[in-house]
């Protein structure tokens, strides 16, 4: 986020299935932050919440297509996948709840 503020470029969180390389997996979700007129402190703390949100939408996309972007995943894997994604989905949802009260 900081380096995009200093950049001047816009501020965005994106969720991606992890591959060896760096920030190479397929996108699930990419959204753009809106920063506009905000201090770095607004931006930081909205960012939690935004974050929270883009990968509690993402877990339900993937879920919602039963499998992983990847064609040669085995069920067994997909199985251990599809259990980390609901735990993470709860986690974010819980997350949402507690920064929007």
């Known amino acids: 986020?900081?380096?995009?503020?200093?950049?001047?470029d816009p501020v965005c969180?994106?969720?991606h299935f992890m591959v060896e390389e760096?920030?190479?997996?397929?996108?699930v979700e990419q959204e753009i932050l809106p920063t506009e007129g905000?201090?770095?402190h607004q931006i930081r703390a909205r960012m939690?919440?935004?974050?929270?949100?883009?990968?509690?939408r993402s877990v339900e996309k993937v879920l919602k297509?039963?499998?992983?972007?990847?064609?040669?995943?085995?069920?067994?894997t997909w199985s251990n996948l599809e259990?980390?994604?609901r735990?993470?989905?709860?986690f974010a949802r819980k997350k949402i709840k507690f920064l929007t009260k």
Not at 22 to 27: E, S, T
Request: charge should be negative.
């Open 1 to 8: 986020m900081e380096w995009s503020l200093i950049n001047g």
């Open 13 to 15: 969180a994106t969720v």
């Open 22 to 27: 760096l920030d190479a997996g397929p996108i």
């Open 38 to 40: 905000l201090t770095y």
């Open 48 to 56: 939690l919440s935004f974050q929270a949100e883009i990968l509690a």
């Open 65 to 76: 297509a039963g499998k992983a972007p990847f064609h040669n995943i085995c069920p067994k």
């Open 83 to 85: 259990s980390g994604f």
């Open 87 to 90: 735990r993470a989905d709860s």
